[in-house]
């Protein structure tokens, strides 16, 4: 069975983008994107929901090629070009990148993919990642926390059906005040 995990950059008041999809409180350090790219490099499969398949896919097949590309982008645009990628959305009609499209139940599968033996899936989008937790399927949960306060927009946990216990498996300060932590769901 694979592991699935549910990360993102998040705002100290648990928002992944502020209003308006505003995203530019996140930019990361050179730590924390590599961080972000070990990450990717130690994923089998990535899952995505429509809107953060937008980010990605605007930016990043091409991230290599953009003029001051730094190595470590260079490094992370190849390894997102390459790698295995599932979009779940049923407003787009096709997706390119070394990507299949499900328009079906997503929910479904989630758990079909996660039950398969491979390495681990991380999962991105909030509404997609929300369904995935309150179906019980996410293990676990990488938070790189900014100092900033966003005060709303799309909030990187969703409602649950119920509480959801909760092993700290590291924390750790990374530069600009972001605190990285991870936790494991009990099972």
Sequence with gaps: MRKLIYGMNVTLDGYIAAPGDDI????????????????????ELTLYGRKLWETMSSYWPTGDQQPGATPAEIEFARRWRDMEKVVFSSTIDRVDWNSRLVTGNAVAEIARLKAEDGGPMDIGGATLAGAAMRAGLVDEYILATAPVLAGGGTPFFSALDHWSNLDLL???PLP???ILTRYATKR
């Design 24 to 43: 530019g409180w996140s930019v990361p350090s050179d730590e924390l994107f590599q961080f972000w790219s070990d990450q990717l490099e130690a994923t």
């Design 170 to 172: 590291e924390t750790r």
């Design 176 to 178: 600009g005040g972001v």
